[in-house]
């Protein structure tokens, strides 16, 4: 049987566990009950992941002593919008949720984002619980906080900080995730790698088959992992003032991407794989990341079928859309660039002639 893993996110009052188990569903009540009996509890879930799970985590709240009702959107990221989060508000207030009751996030971190926005700012903040059903969220967005919505003009533009009371992750949901979203997450696991981690680069590198083929028990140790690394950065820094950017490694260049795109035409995760050959490109031509440890990066990231190249993108309008990323330095954009592989610095950049020119050579 597959190993249990709890991990903790250290954060004085406001700490919380994250428990990654396959077959969750088994202890689920176990973990679930002192959080939730006697509440009122709103799952936010979108159409794809409530037709699959929506009636058996309604089932297992139910069993956990909570009284359950469910609001469903569209699934993608072109609902992340605060149109989607009054839908929520008013469900909240239809189903008389009080300052006690609690919401549950069943979903990719799409449903996550909002489902916790939406969590932070009903009543002044209730409680919510993250159930992440992609490899994304598993590895990253149900940790750590950060909670928010998208505008026309830029990724996460309107959100809050505000901790999940509890982050429950059973790897075996992958099981029905679409391969180019499992990718998504891949390309998140080797940002973990490439920032924090060279063991883990190495370990990713010698197991691409158990990647592809989605071993549970692999996944079981990496997702573990990931959430361990993100769970100390957060501990450290919960607000990012300082350490915690570096998990934006490939963000400012992928979130401008996502931008331009409109939201629809490419996925997240993708735009952060070719965001972070971008900041790998850029490292090399400053002198500060070797080509042989670029060249890596981007083996690791094409065996498991990401891409680090685009067609027919605007590298102009990309450097614009980069002007309204939140992570600016005194009015300049602050960029989190490899000196190694387990290793970044994070850098006020650049010289804007050479930043054209390495977003021009991936994207057009
Ligand atoms: P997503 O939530 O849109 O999920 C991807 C797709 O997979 C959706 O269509 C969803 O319905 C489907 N899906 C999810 N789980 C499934 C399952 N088990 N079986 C079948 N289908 C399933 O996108 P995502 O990639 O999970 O998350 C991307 C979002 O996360 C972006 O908005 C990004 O900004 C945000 N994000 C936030 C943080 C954070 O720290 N808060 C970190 C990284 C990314
Ligand atoms: N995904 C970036 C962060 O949580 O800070």
Redesign the pocket.
Known sequence: MSKKHVLKVELGERSYDIIVQPSISRDAEFYLKPFISGRKCLIVT????ND??GHKTAKTLSGSGAKVSSVVFK???TS?NLDTIREFYQKAVNEELDRSSLVVAL???????MA?FMAATYMRGIDFIQIP??L??MV??S??G??GV?LPEG??LVGAFWQPVLVLIDPE??E???AN?LR??LA?IIKYAVILDAELFELLENNIEKLKKLDLDFYSGIISRCCRLKAEVVSKDEREGGLRAILNYGHTFGHAIEAVSGYNSI???EAIAVGMAIAADLAVKLGTFDKTSADRQEKLMKALELPVTLKNYDAEKILEAMGNDKKKQDGKIKLILPEKIGSVSISPCADRKLMLEVIRNRCS
């Open positions: 979108d159409h794809t992941v699959i799970y699934a993608g990221e992340k979903g990719g971190g799409v449903c996550g984002d916790g059903t992609s994304l969220a990253d967005s940790v750590g950060k909670t998208d990724k996460n949901l992958l029905t995730l679409p979203e998504c997450g998140e996925l997240h995760g």
